[in-house]
Nanobody, 126 residues
Framework: EVQLVESGGGLVQPGGSLRLSCAAS????????MIWVRHTPGKGLEWVSG????????SYGDSVKGRFTISRDNAKNTLHLQMNSLKPEDTAVYYC???????????????????WGQGTQVTVSS
């Protein structure tokens, strides 16, 4: 059974940092690209970042580029999202998701996914 469990969310002041983690199990983690998406009631689902199976290729949404860093540890079956210089508009529920194959596609919507976790809330507020 595929399981993805996010952690690391919380309340942080603007300008602060958080590191999200996603623990994966039930599949061969190193064979699949992984992505982070976030959801807010106002904007809906937004693609945040993606990483290919080997970790050598990454991509970011325009709103987080230069502030967020995605990484993965295939030995520990874990995905991370380092979030720096957080803004109130980063407030959302963040989900990690397993892609259908190991490639990271240039167009975010082409990175189809089949499993996702329960999400972790990130709130950026003073």
């Amino acid at each position: 059974e595929v399981q993805l469990v996010e952690s690391g969310g919380g309340l942080v002041q603007p300008g602060g940092s958080l590191r999200l983690s996603c623990a994966a199990s039930g599949f061969t983690f190193s064979n699949y690209a992984m992505i982070w998406v976030r959801h807010t009631p106002g904007k809906g689902l937004e693609w945040v970042s993606g990483i290919n199976s080997g970790g050598g290729s990454t991509s970011y949404g325009d709103s987080v580029k230069g502030r967020f860093t995605i990484s993965r540890d295939n030995a520990k079956n874990t995905l991370h999202l380092q979030m720096n210089s957080l803004k109130p508009e980063d407030t959302a529920v963040y989900y990690c998701a397993k892609c259908l194959d190991g490639r990271l596609y240039a167009t975010p919507r082409d990175n189809k996914y089949d499993y996702w976790g329960q999400g972790t809330q990130v709130t950026v507020s003073s």
